[in-house]
């Protein structure tokens, strides 16, 4: 049976494809390691088996908010019921790092603490969360990362926001040339209102030097 089963190297991922996750004491899981493939990948599973929970884990390992999830606002709520601490490790594909590969880590703790980790080095969230931003991946963004409990959330967006994040879900030379082209019409916007500014002074010339040739 083990010989029929795909296997795939590392050269099949793209950078900053998931190549392997970890959860430890995290909502349903005691003890789970996901190793996805380079391409589409679909979970498929009864209610409460622990579908969302990979949703969750990679949310909260990219250094996303639990606001994110459309869950508890506190970080301790993920650690498995009974349990103190918990964590989900990440395992991103990147060349420039030893075997290939760089880990993400987030290690929860009681009653809502979080501590990250890069290659076993504790860092900052901010550091932690730029780092995963390095590599494209927006889980702040709804048109890139949506959980179960925020499709509402999706639809409500207004068109300009709706915009936006689909640029930032593409090309990242998307939103550069957007904001480009916001600059020039603000340019623009300006030197109207300079032209009608210049056309009033024009007009008041004008009617003061019919009055003073009465």
Known sequence: ?????????NEDY?????????????????????????SMNVIVGPNGTGKSTIICGICLASGGS????????????FIRHGKL????????KDDNEEAGLRRFKILLRKPNNATYFINDKRVT???????IEAYNIQVGNPCTF????????????DSQLLLRNTEKAGNPELIELHTKLEE???????????????????????????????
């Open 1 to 9: 049976m083990d010989e029929d089963i795909s296997t795939f190297q």
């Open 14 to 38: 793209p950078r900053g494809s998931i190549r392997k996750l970890v959860f430890h004491d995290f909502l349903t899981y005691n003890h789970v390691e996901c190793i996805p493939g380079p």
């Open 66 to 77: 639990p606001k994110f999830l459309g869950r508890s606002d506190k970080l301790g709520d």
């Open 85 to 92: 601490e918990g964590y989900v490790e990440m395992f991103l």
């Open 125 to 131: 969230h901010a550091d932690h969360t730029k780092a």
């Open 146 to 157: 949506l959980a179960q409990d925020k499709v509402k959330s999706f639809a409500e967006q």
């Open 184 to 214: 020039k019409q603000k340019e623009g916007n300006e030197m109207g209102g300079k032209k009608g500014d210049l056309e009033a002074q024009y007009v008041l010339l004008l009617f003061n030097i019919s009055h003073l040739m009465l």
